[in-house]
């Protein structure tokens, strides 16, 4: 079973076309990443999947539903680039509303916040401010909202930005031991080292075009990913 089906994706800006033709399927309980240089169409493709932006053409399914069905989305959770909120609320307000949005027995939001906090070693900062928080600290808290509620796909857009090397290495164990328990990743990064590590399948995208989807074992078979993916763009 696929996690996720994009068959035929067009989005244009304007006159920027921003994805043409796009198809690509994600296997659950895998963990994928998409890369490309900037401006490729990552972010695009991930709005695209979310209904955050319209398509101009094309289907996506997440779970064998079509995107359009809310019901797609109901155990999917999304972590943008630069994780921001409202300024004025607490890390555990923050926490609190996820569990809100997705739709938690209130019985139910002291035990996740409290767990989601331990995951990202963030308990001492449950009572701070979010305009209190350093950049890597902000993140933690965006990758703690992951962990809100029963979630099957995550879809993840550079999700090391602003992490240390100790945050980059938390995050890796806690996205390893996901995919262990048969979630789905999805993640766009520039880092290719990590997703090297961390994913089985990789797509390669530059101008909007899917250039190749290839697994991580054929990448290292063939000299690494960095290597593989510079070669493909210049090519």
Do not use: W
């Not at 990443?33 to 053409?57: E, M, Q, R, S």
């Not at 990758?143 to 240390?164: K, V």
Request: charged share 25%; with cysteine.
């Amino acid at each position: 079973m696929y996690a996720i089906e994009a068959t035929g994706i067009f989005k244009n800006y304007g006159r920027t076309k921003a994805i043409l033709g796009l198809s690509l399927s994600v296997k659950k309980g895998s963990c994928f990443g998409l890369i490309g240089p900037n401006g490729a169409g990552k972010t695009t493709f991930l709005k695209g999947l979310l209904d955050l932006v319209p398509v101009d053409a094309g289907q996506f399914k997440i779970f064998s539903i079509d995107k359009a069905d809310p019901i797609s989305r109901r155990k999917v959770a999304f972590l943008s680039e630069k994780f921001s909120f409202y300024p004025y609320y607490t890390v555990y307000n923050t926490l609190k509303f996820y569990c809100n949005f997705r739709q938690m027995p209130e019985t139910d939001y002291s035990k996740a916040i409290e767990a989601a906090m331990a995951k990202l070693d963030i308990t001492a900062l449950k009572d701070r401010k979010l305009n209190q928080l350093s950049k890597g600290q902000l993140q933690r808290v965006g990758i703690a909202s992951l962990f809100i509620g029963e979630i099957d796909l995550f879809l993840i857009d550079e999700p090391f930005y602003g992490l240390d090397p100790i945050g980059i290495k938390d995050l890796k164990i806690l996205l390893a031991s996901l995919t262990a328990a048969g979630k789905t990743i999805f993640i766009n990064s520039h880092i290719l080292s990590e997703i090297e590590q961390m994913c089985d399948e990789v797509g390669i995208i530059n101008n909007g075009v899917l250039l190749e989807q290839i697994s991580i074992s054929d990448v290292k078979s063939r000299g690494g990913l960095e290597d593989y993916f510079y070669n493909l763009i210049k090519k």
